[in-house]
């Protein structure tokens, strides 16, 4: 199957400072691509929608001032937690849609620890 | 919009006996339903998936179903084994609108 790499896998940082993660297709061209948030033994929750070339959709609830979405290329999209704060730490997970007809397969990142101090 | 239900939450099995994972959808025009296996610390794997015009598919020990009129769909490990202990999402999707079941957490012991 298609390949989504997605670093880095654990990010430890100091509250106030921002932190970005990168999200790659490797051997597919993405004009999609979606950022997840998950809590412990909880499901995803759906942060954002990265489309190349284009301003991401945030979900609502989200800030987009706090989480920023750059899809500059087919194969990468990069989400930056700004300023961030302890109770910005989670799971955070990337994917990215194969085709772009109807019913295309999703695949995922490998996610990243985010642990705000 | 699509609303997609997952029981039991929690599974635990036996190791060579069978599990059974349910799903139920709202929106009758959700058009495909994949599996995703995801294991602690790592992002959602796609196990297999199926689409609206098919009723069953397996692949190897896994198999799903769809019941398009109940709008329901399950999946179906056979011969488990403790590897494949893991949390299991169901989605159900609609042109590319993809929602996530609440996970399952399968426990297979040896």
């Known amino acids: 199957g298609a390949v989504v790499s997605q670093h880095p896998s654990w990010v430890i940082c100091k509250s106030g400072t921002s932190v970005k993660i990168e999200c790659r297709s490797l051997?597919?061209?993405?004009?999609?691509m979606f950022w997840y948030r998950q809590f412990p033994k909880q499901s995803l929750m759906l942060m954002a929608t990265?489309?190349?070339?284009?301003?991401?959709?945030?979900e609502q609830g989200v800030e987009k001032d706090k989480f920023l979405i750059n899809h500059a290329s087919l194969t990468l999209s990069t989400l930056t937690v700004t300023s961030a704060h302890p109770e910005d730490s989670s799971f955070y997970i990337c994917?990215?849609?194969?085709?772009?007809?109807?019913?295309?397969?999703?695949?995922f990142g490998s996610g990243t620890q985010l642990s705000v101090l | 919009g699509e609303n997609v239900e997952q029981h039991p939450s929690t599974l635990s099995v036996q190791e060579g006996d069978s599990a059974v994972i349910k799903c139920t959808y709202s929106?009758?025009?959700?058009?495909?339903f994949p599996w995703y296996k995801q294991e602690l610390g790592k992002g959602p794997q796609l196990i297999i998936d199926?689409?609206?015009?098919?009723g069953e598919k397996k692949d190897q020990r896994i198999a799903v179903t769809l019941n398009k009129t109940a709008k329901h769909f399950s999946l179906h490990i056979t011969e488990t084994q403790p590897e494949d202990s893991a949390v299991y999402f169901c989605?159900?999707?609609?042109?590319?609108?993809?929602?996530f079941g609440a996970g399952t957490r399968l426990t297979v012991k040896p």
């Open positions: 994917s990215a849609r194969l085709g772009r007809g109807p019913g295309e397969k999703l695949f």
């Open positions: 051997d597919f061209q993405a004009t999609t």
């Open positions: 990265s489309n190349e070339g284009s301003k991401a959709t945030y």
């Open positions: 929106d009758s025009a959700s058009n495909y």
């Open positions: 199926i689409r609206s015009n098919v």
């Open positions: 989605a159900a999707s609609i042109n590319n609108d993809m929602r």
